[in-house]
């Protein structure tokens, strides 16, 4: 066999390994996101996410290296829909948001999107949450989605501002931390789980609350707006509740 011959043989089986590495990790993170729903993130152990993916339990070590990792790396796939390494904020969505033309429009789009990814994490990063109080590793991870819930409400804030006014008594740092709780996961939870409201019934509530609590100048529609019994068409949860 040639040099030349050799070469490709080598090029076509790389790709080859990183699909199956792909596809290896993945079914990692399928059963280890399994594994901490089904039994707390105390309860999930790399034997049992090692069985529930059918691999051994260096296989997982060598991908992930540690539980609180392989946690972060399943919330992040949830959040973001998929396992493309790329930033929530470099996605398409961001940059549709950033073209809207109103503030409405902006927010239906960011609504869909949080409802979505909320709808798959939620419970992974509440999990964080719990632990965090006893795990040290958990209490780091909890501190970093904390600072990236941060800087999206942030973003969001400045793209609505160059869409629309904000409320004159409203600064940025308030206006991004009422995006902030309006995004706490701890939220969707109690609204969908425990309040059995739809995620399509979260994702409308969340886009008409951020235009109230930020947007100058109410659109007329909003100002003959009444509320009907059994719905909320604004709410204000207390901070003690939902406050991470």
């Known amino acids: ?17 990183a699909e199956r590495a792909r596809h290896t990790r993945l079914r990692v993170l399928e059963a280890a996101t399994a594994v ?17 993916a059918g691999v051994s339990v260096p296989t997982v070590e060598q991908l992930f290296g540690t539980k609180s990792r392989i946690l972060k ?14 930033p ?30 909320q709808e798959r994490s939620a419970a992974l990063v509440l999990a964080v949450f719990e632990g965090a109080r006893t795990d040290p590793d958990l209490a780091r991870l909890a501190e970093q989605m904390t600072a ?18 904000l409320h004159a008594d409203i600064d940025r740092r308030a ?10 996961p701890a939220v969707y939870d109690r609204l969908t789980r425990q309040r059995g409201w739809s995620p399509s019934r979260y994702g409308s509530w969340f886009a008409r609350s ?8 109410p659109t007329p529609e909003e100002n003959t707006m009444t509320p009907t019994h ?12 939902v406050a991470r």
């Open 73 to 86: 790396a399943a919330i992040d796939d949830a959040i973001a829909g998929d396992d493309e390494p790329v």
């Open 88 to 117: 929530v904020l470099d996605r398409s969505w961001a940059s549709a948001a950033s073209a809207a033309g109103t503030a409405e429009e902006f927010l239906a789009i960011a609504a869909g999107v949080i409802t979505a990814a």
């Open 1 to 17: 066999m040639s040099g030349g011959e050799i070469e490709a043989r080598r090029a076509y089986r790389s790709p080859l390994r």
């Open 230 to 241: 059994g719905r909320i068409d604004y709410l204000q949860l207390p901070a003690a509740d």
């Open 210 to 217: 951020a235009r109230l609590l930020l947007i100058a100048e």
């Open 36 to 52: 901490f729903l089904g039994r707390g993130y105390a309860g999930a152990t790399m034997r049992s996410i090692a069985a529930g």
């Open 175 to 184: 206006a991004a931390e009422s995006l902030w709780i309006l995004m706490d």
């Open 148 to 165: 990236q819930r941060s800087a999206t409400a942030a973003w969001a804030v400045d793209a609505l501002a160059a869409i629309a006014p």
